[in-house]
């Protein structure tokens, strides 16, 4: 079982925002990232650390962190936003690797 | 710009060894201060780390799979290599190489490359 939780669904209405968020131990102590992954295709990083995004990534993705939380949001929220949104962060003992288990996101 | 690209077999028979390589473009393994990280996915499923590996050599994996896995390197070929022993059916997946930032954060990635174990 995976030691990050993501609600497995998640829908926002055009151009609204929306918050996905990770929960887990870890993220008391360590930044997560996310990726956003399409049919059919490798995931893209969106955000990581404290509310860094790669170059090329729209300013209306920002990530966040509080208490064991992790949140993407999606500021504006496009059609082609609607993906599968993935977090990752270190594990508790920091020595490895963990993703959460996936939000589906749909833009009504 | 960089690419990595998966390359191995697509079929592996129950019990047998996976092995996978990641050959890499446009940046150097060899004192590139980035993790090279192995990464799969199973049908329908999410994303799960089977490891990373340091340009220095320094690895790390994930316990689930620590006993089974071995990830490598060679600079002289610019490549990383991923071994994944004593297969099953639940090994089934897409396997993804990848350049970390970090040893978290992930950002480049192949195109990935489906590997069924089947008899």
């Known amino acids: 079982s995976s030691e990050l939780t993501q609600d497995p669904a998640v829908s926002v209405a055009l151009g609204q925002t929306v918050r996905i968020t990770c929960q887990g131990d870890?993220?008391?102590?360590?930044?997560a990232s996310w990726y956003q992954q399409k049919p059919g295709q490798a995931p893209v990083l969106v955000t990581y650390?404290?509310?860094n995004r790669p170059s090329g990534i729209p300013d209306r993705f920002s990530g966040s962190r509080s208490g064991n939380t992790a949140s993407l949001t999606i500021t504006g929220a496009q059609a082609e936003d609607e993906a599968d949104y993935y977090c990752n962060s270190r594990d508790s003992s920091g020595n490895y690797v963990v993703f959460g288990g996936g939000t589906k996101l749909t833009v009504l | 710009q960089l690419q990595l690209q998966e390359s191995g077999p697509g079929l592996v028979k129950p019990s047998e060894t996976l092995s996978l390589t990641c050959t890499v473009s446009?940046?150097?393994?060899?004192?590139?201060?980035?993790?090279w990280a192995w990464i799969r996915q199973p049908p329908g499923k999410g994303l799960e780390w089977i490891g990373s590996i340091y340009y220095t050599g320094t690895t790390y994996y994930n316990p689930s799979l620590k006993s089974r896995v071995t990830i490598s390197v060679d600079t002289s070929k610019n490549q990383f290599s991923l071994k994944l022993n004593s297969v099953t059916a639940a090994d089934t997946a897409v396997y993804y190489c990848?350049?970390?930032?970090?040893?978290?954060?992930?950002?480049?990635w192949g195109q990935g490359t489906l590997v069924t174990v089947s008899s």
């Open positions: 650390a404290k509310n």
């Open positions: 990848a350049r970390g930032l970090d040893l978290v954060a992930t950002g480049d």
């Open positions: 446009g940046d150097s393994i060899r004192g590139s201060d980035n993790f």
């Open positions: 870890s993220l008391r102590s360590y930044y």
